[in-house]
Structures are given as structure tokens and as C-alpha cells.
């Protein structure tokens, strides 16, 4: 069986891989990643706001942000949250790429165009093979159109385009009102690749405390659908790699996101939940389902269930949902 992918310009043994978590922090963690089949390791990000605090120096935050209102002080937040320091991320880049022999994708998270975009060279010089970057950003203010929104992201691919050399993924939100224009003036920018799509981590109200909780839940695989609907309505529109992140937690869901279109299938809370062996488990079953189902490869079931492939491709549009709502039954 050939299960063979490529990502990004990389040749993988497979499409499955951690996404980007705080496994990578822990060499050991790595390692056993890797001895369970990992096909590439995904490092979790370094963040613009860790960037731009270490260069203007923690100091001058203290200072400057005394007595702001809180809202003010949490645009950079404390040092002590973040695992590793931009310097120590480097390092812990440089010492997995020597525990691997799997392609190693860095990845930087941040909004806004800026000096931090220089880590994208410091990422290629320490031996990373492609980065993925974190578009994380939420448009609040009235007064940032979507044309606006969406130039200030391009303008950030194209700046680490310039930069670097290394195969680039985009990591996106699916809050975008045109996703395939977009995705297309992404690619035009530089971008080989999209990661579809970052989860919002929602806060919550107590009601008691009137205050806002922070909180972070694992996914379940009804997340899934979301990204499987994006991946077929782009897998015919877009030339470069598409990856799923978000909802992956067993095989099936895996060979649903390649039918979508997914050239790599990224796993973060199934791994949390289940540990690194988690994707040995994964991979063996991907495997044991293509055999059942008469595929010879991973490239031959892949999009065979996109937009442009699948029986009923009204099923990904409007047509669907007028279809759903009147379908229903008591
Ligand atoms: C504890 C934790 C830390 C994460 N850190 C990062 C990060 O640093 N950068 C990033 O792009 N995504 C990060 N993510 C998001 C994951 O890479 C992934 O996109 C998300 O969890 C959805 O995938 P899943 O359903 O397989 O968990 C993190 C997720 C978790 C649970």
C-alpha cells in the first residue's frame, strides 16, 4: 500500500503528523512521535507578542503599561506564560532536527507585519524545513474592513515570503467572507500551502465572578465537518498543499479529510488524549480501511470527494442547506 504524500513540496511516508502543541517541547516526547510513524513534526508556534516583547524589552512594558487598563496589558502577555523564549525555541528547533530524521515545520503566529517576521529567517538558518505561519487574528474594530483585514494578512505572507527560502503553510481561520479569493491572493503572495483551520478558543462568562474564563477544550470530531466542507470547496482551486487541522481523532476521519482534499492530516487532542501511540493506531487502521476499499493510494482516494469530484457537489453549498431545512422531520 502506498500511503505515500507530498506536503508542502516535502516527499512524506504519509500524510499523518502532530500539529502544533507543546508535545514538541519535551525532546522525549518527540522522539516517541517519531517512533510511532509521525511523518513530519509540527513545533507549536512562537508568538508575535513573545517576539515583540523580548525586542522592546520587558522593561519598558512594565513601565509603559503601568496602570493601563487591563485589556491594554493583555495585548502582551506575561513572559512567564509562554514555554519557550524566542532564543530557546530556536534551540529546541536545532535539537530536533538533530533527534529526527522526519521533516521538522516550524511555526511562527502572529497578526501583524512587524520585526518578529525576521524569526522566519532565524527558523530557516537553524534548520527547520518549512514554516508554518499562525494568521490567528480576530477583526474587532469597526473601522478594519474585510478588504483591510485581509490586505494586512497577505502583506505578512509576502514579507516572510521575501525573507526565506522554506516551503510556507498558511494556518487560517475559517471567518474569512470570500475563503477562495483569499486563499487564492495567499498563494499568489508566496503561501505553498493552507492549514485548514485554527480553532477559536472561546471564552466563557462566570456569571458569579463576573469575569471572562479563559478556556481551552480538545476538539471532538465534529469539528471535522467545518474543515471538511473548506477542503473540497478549495482542493480544486488552489495549486499548492492543503492540510487539515481540527477534529482528527481516527482513521475515518482521516481518509474523510484526504477524500476532501487534505494532502496532511494533522492530530493535536487525539494525541493529548490518547498519547503519541495514538498515531501508530491511526496509521495502521488508515492503512488496514484503504486495503479493504481496494485503494493502491493515498493519492488515489485523494479529493476523490471534492467540490469538482464527489456525486452531489451541490452537497458543500447553499443547495444543501435549503435541502437540510426542508427535509426535516419531527
Ligand atoms: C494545548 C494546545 C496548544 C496549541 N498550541 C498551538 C500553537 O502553538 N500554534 C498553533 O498554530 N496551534 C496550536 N494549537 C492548535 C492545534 O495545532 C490544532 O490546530 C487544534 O488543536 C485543532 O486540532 P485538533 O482537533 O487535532 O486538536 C494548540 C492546541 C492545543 C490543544
Given at each position: ?6 506536503y508542502?513540496?516535502l516527499?512524506l ?23 510511532a510513524?509521525a511523518?513530519?513534526?509540527v ?7 513573545q ?6 524589552g520587558?522593561?519598558r ?9 487591563a485589556?491594554?496589558q ?10 519557550l523564549?524566542p532564543?530557546?525555541?530556536l ?7 538533530e533527534?529526527v ?6 511555526s ?11 524569526y ?5 538558518s537553524?534548520?527547520a524545513?518549512?514554516?508554518?505561519l ?5 477583526a ?11 490586505a ?6 509576502a ?11 498558511v494556518?487560517?481561520?475559517?471567518f474569512?467572507?470570500a ?6 491572493r495567499l498563494?499568489?503572495?508566496?503561501a ?5 483551520f485554527?480553532?477559536f ?6 456569571v458569579?465572578d463576573?469575569d471572562?474564563?479563559r ?21 480544486g482551486?488552489v ?6 487541522t481540527?477534529g482528527v481523532h481516527?482513521a475515518l ?35 488496514r ?23 452531489d ?6 443547495a ?8 426535516w422531520?419531527p
Amino acid at each position: 500500500m502506498d500511503l505515500s504524500t507530498t506536503y508542502l513540496g516535502l516527499k512524506l511516508a504519509h500524510p499523518l503528523m502532530p500539529g502544533a502543541s507543546p508535545m514538541v517541547d519535551n525532546l522525549d516526547t518527540v522522539r516517541r512521535l517519531e517512533d510511532a510513524g509521525a511523518a513530519a513534526i509540527v513545533m507549536h508556534s512562537l508568538f508575535e507578542e513573545q517576539i515583540t516583547r523580548e525586542e522592546q524589552g520587558a522593561d519598558r512594558f512594565v513601565h509603559g503599561l503601568e496602570g493601563a487598563h487591563a485589556e491594554a496589558q493583555s495585548y502582551f502577555p506575561d513572559a512567564s506564560i509562554f514555554a519557550l523564549g524566542p532564543d530557546a525555541y530556536l534551540e529546541q528547533l536545532r535539537r530536533i532536527r538533530e533527534a529526527v530524521r522526519v521533516p521538522v515545520i516550524a511555526s511562527l503566529n502572529g497578526a501583524t507585519q512587524g520585526g518578529w517576521l525576521r524569526y522566519a529567517q532565524l527558523m530557516e538558518s537553524a534548520g527547520a524545513h518549512a514554516l508554518e505561519l499562525n494568521l490567528y487574528t480576530l477583526a474587532t474594530s469597526p473601522s478594519e474592513s474585510a478588504e483591510a483585514v485581509e490586505a494586512r494578512l497577505v502583506g505578512i505572507v509576502a514579507a516572510v515570503r521575501k525573507s526565506v527560502r522554506l516551503p510556507l503553510a498558511v494556518k487560517l481561520s475559517p471567518f474569512f467572507s470570500a475563503l477562495p479569493h483569499f486563499a487564492r491572493r495567499l498563494e499568489e503572495a508566496g503561501a505553498d500551502g493552507l492549514v485548514l483551520f485554527n480553532r477559536f478558543y472561546q471564552p466563557d462568562i462566570d456569571v458569579e465572578d463576573l469575569d471572562v474564563k479563559r478556556s481551552l477544550r480538545l476538539s471532538t470530531p465534529s469539528e471535522l465537518l467545518l474543515r471538511l466542507r473548506w477542503l473540497a470547496i478549495l482542493s480544486g482551486h488552489v495549486k499548492g498543499s492543503l492540510a487539515v487541522t481540527g477534529g482528527v481523532h481516527d482513521a475515518l476521519d482521516a481518509v474523510k479529510a484526504i477524500m476532501a482534499g487534505a494532502h496532511a492530516v494533522q492530530m493535536v487532542s487525539s494525541l493529548l488524549l490518547h498519547g503519541p501511540t495514538h498515531l501508530r493506531v491511526v496509521k495502521d487502521q488508515l492503512e488496514r480501511w484503504l486495503d479493504e476499499h481496494e485503494y493502491l493510494s493515498v493519492k488515489q482516494m485523494r479529493g476523490s470527494m471534492d467540490l469538482e469530484r464527489c456525486p452531489d457537489p451541490l452537497a458543500y453549498e447553499r443547495a444543501n442547506y435549503v435541502a437540510i431545512l426542508q427535509g426535516w422531520r419531527p
